[in-house]
């Protein structure tokens, strides 16, 4: 086998900036976030949610920190704002839907509004993505958002992450739950619906 083919497998993960490291550990965080949730699913102990929300935090972080990398070096490229989203769809999306579930949120309506939740996050990462440089003007920065940006579904971690503390989950989650038809709703999952329709409207956030 030739160099050549030998080092083709690494060749994509030579064009990688530092700040696509970054980005890797956000999604890696996101993912370690759906595996506590999920040992938590299976083993009951409160202390997999802690963790779960932890790696969230951590993941906005690295969120955070992969942006002011390329800033201080210069270099952006479109594969890394993909990257960017794509991580952002599993930690700050995907991630806080399953947080909710794993805390007692799984009414049938329940998983309507988280999926809707997510969609919404997909829906505006992807409006970004197309008009990042619409937005940007001659500057060349984009200087204000159009809808919240995903990774502030952070504080809906946060709340869920207290009601752990305070032993709110399941049966004992805040504000108990209503039927409907005979199928079930935590009104706390609304809080998931207002953070979805803020993402996907056309309120303008300036960006810090």
Known sequence: ????????PFSMIREFQLADWFTLANAVCGTGALFSMLTYLQSG???HVYFASGMVLAAFIFDVLDGRIARWRQKHSIMGRELDSLADVISFGVAP?????GCGMQG???RIILTGFVACGV??????NVTADELSGE?????FFEGTPIPTSLLLVLVLCVAAYQD???????FGHVLFGGFTLHPLVL??????????SRIRFPKF
Request: charged letters at 20%; aromatic letters at 10%; glycine letters at 4%.
């Open 108 to 110: 049938l309506y329940d």
């Open 139 to 143: 500057s060349g920065k984009v200087k």
């Open 1 to 8: 086998m030739s160099t050549t083919n030998r080092n083709k």
């Open 123 to 128: 829906s505006r990462l992807a409006r970004y």
């Open 97 to 101: 839907a399953v947080i909710a579930y």
């Open 168 to 174: 709110a989950l399941r049966d004992s989650l805040w």
């Open 45 to 47: 102990d409160v202390t």
């Open 191 to 200: 809080l998931f619906a207002l953070s979805g329709s803020l993402m996907v």
